[in-house]
């Protein structure tokens, strides 16, 4: 049985950082293309990052120069940085993976506040 476990989630003030992780079992994780998605009440779900097998990285616009996505294949593991958080990024953050079909992890919230 496939698991993406998300770790890393918190209150934060603007201008802070966090990194999220995501622990993935119950598959070939190097087969795995890996993103992180978010959803903030009321929004759908969008595309924060992507990741490869081999590691090539791609970001969509919304938080382009602020994030790092990263993968562990050692550990099974895929990892997004956020930096300079703003309020707007409050949401809950996913994690995503796909081989053959798409799963989710359960989300980590984070929420950016003063």
């Known amino acids: 049985q496939v698991q993406l476990v998300e770790s890393g989630g918190g209150l934060v003030q603007p201008g802070d950082s966090l990194r999220l992780s995501c622990a993935a079992s119950?598959?070939?994780?190097?087969?795995?293309?890996m993103a992180w998605y978010r959803q903030a009440p009321g929004n759908e779900r969008e595309l924060v990052a992507q990741?490869?097998?081999?590691?090539?990285?791609a970001y969509a616009e919304s938080m382009r120069g602020r994030v790092t996505i990263s993968r562990d294949n050692a550990e099974n593991t895929v990892f997004l940085q956020m930096n300079s958080l703003k309020p707007e990024d409050t949401a809950v953050y996913y994690c995503?993976?796909?081989?053959?079909?798409?799963?989710w992890g359960q989300g980590t919230q984070v929420t950016v506040s003063s």
């Open positions: 119950g598959i070939t994780f190097r087969l795995l293309d």
């Open positions: 990741i490869t097998p081999l590691g090539t990285p």
């Open positions: 995503n993976a796909h081989w053959l079909k798409n799963y």
